[in-house]
């Protein structure tokens, strides 16, 4: 069975750094690109960033430019997003997702709370 976990979230102030790790499982990790979606209680999941196979192709949501960076290690199964300079407005369930036969596969889910 394919299943992503996220973990790394927690509080941290205003300026503050955190790490995200996604560990998959279940499917052929270095075949797939994989995303970080957020969430807002009552506010749609929104795209953050996605990396390519062989992490030659990264693509960043403006809002994250400069200062989240998006990883993976190919033979751990593992991504990171490093989220730097956090803001208040990152506040946020981040998720990890997959792609993969026409399916979305999500993990559980991290909070990540930025406090002003």
């Known amino acids: 069975d394919v299943q992503l976990q996220a973990s790394g979230g927690g509080l941290v102030q205003d300026g503050g750094s955190l790490r995200l790790s996604c560990a998959a499982s279940?499917?052929?990790?270095?075949?797939?690109?994989i995303a970080w979606f957020r969430q807002v209680p009552g506010k749609e999941r929104e795209g953050v960033t996605c990396?390519?196979?062989?992490?030659?192709?990264?693509y960043y949501q403006d809002p994250v430019k400069g200062r989240f960076n998006i990883s993976r290690d190919n033979e751990k199964n593992m991504v990171y997003l490093q989220m730097s300079n956090l803001k208040p407005e990152d506040t946020a369930v981040y998720y990890c997702k997959v792609v993969r036969g026409g399916n979305d596969y999500w993990g559980q889910g991290t909070l990540v709370t930025v406090s002003s």
């Open positions: 990396i390519g196979r062989s992490a030659d192709f990264k």
């Open positions: 279940g499917f052929t990790f270095a075949n797939y690109a």
